[in-house]
């Protein structure tokens, strides 16, 4: 069943040992190293912070970054589970994550999804920019924005509470 994993820099190696996960896709401020069980294909590193608005000495998300992990996810050939982390897996990878979800299964509602994060997750705070800009390049209407405004912040972490999407027929 193919399955996108999220979870912390510091959780990665073991998630790809407990998973078996063949597909990596790195959100980070600080560069960080291909897993070693990854082949060089197979893992995305983008440069960008967690904010959502510019600050100096920061990355600001743009839609170059969303396109580039959007393309990424379809580029998944869903065989075996997909990891998306950023350092604490709490804000860019759970946004990232739901953007793969939206764009691999447009048939999937917004609003399930969110909850099923909220569900599975009560740290995760997905980037609202990540999300706002993938909105607008889904063709979403703004349904993306809202289903992540309602579940609100997650609860206050140094690290996330690793969950999981399933992209089968039966939903998230």
């Known amino acids: ?69 959007i393309d990424f996810a379809r580029s998944w050939d869903r065989a075996r589970s997909m990891i998306v982390h950023c350092y604490a897996g709490v804000s860019r990878s759970t946004a990232s994550a739901f953007i793969a979800a939206c764009a691999l299964r447009p048939d999937f509602d917004e609003w399930e999804l969110a909850r099923t994060i909220r569900a599975r997750s009560p740290t995760a705070t997905p980037n609202a920019r990540f999300v706002a800009l993938a909105d607008a390049m889904l063709g979403r209407d703004g349904r993306m924005i809202a289903a992540i405004e309602s579940i609100g912040r997650g609860v206050d972490c140094h690290e996330g509470e690793p969950f999981h999407l399933d992209l089968s027929a039966e939903g998230p």
Do not use: F, K
């Open 1 to 69: 069943m193919p399955r996108i994993h999220v979870c912390s820099l510091a959780r990665l190696d073991r998630m790809i040992a407990q998973t078996g996960a063949d597909h990596v896709l790195s959100l980070m401020s600080d560069h960080v190293a291909r897993p070693e069980r990854i082949a060089p294909e197979r893992h995305l590193y983008i440069s960008v912070s967690d904010i959502v608005a510019p600050q100096e000495g920061t990355i600001l998300p743009a839609d170059t970054h969303i396109r580039q992990a």
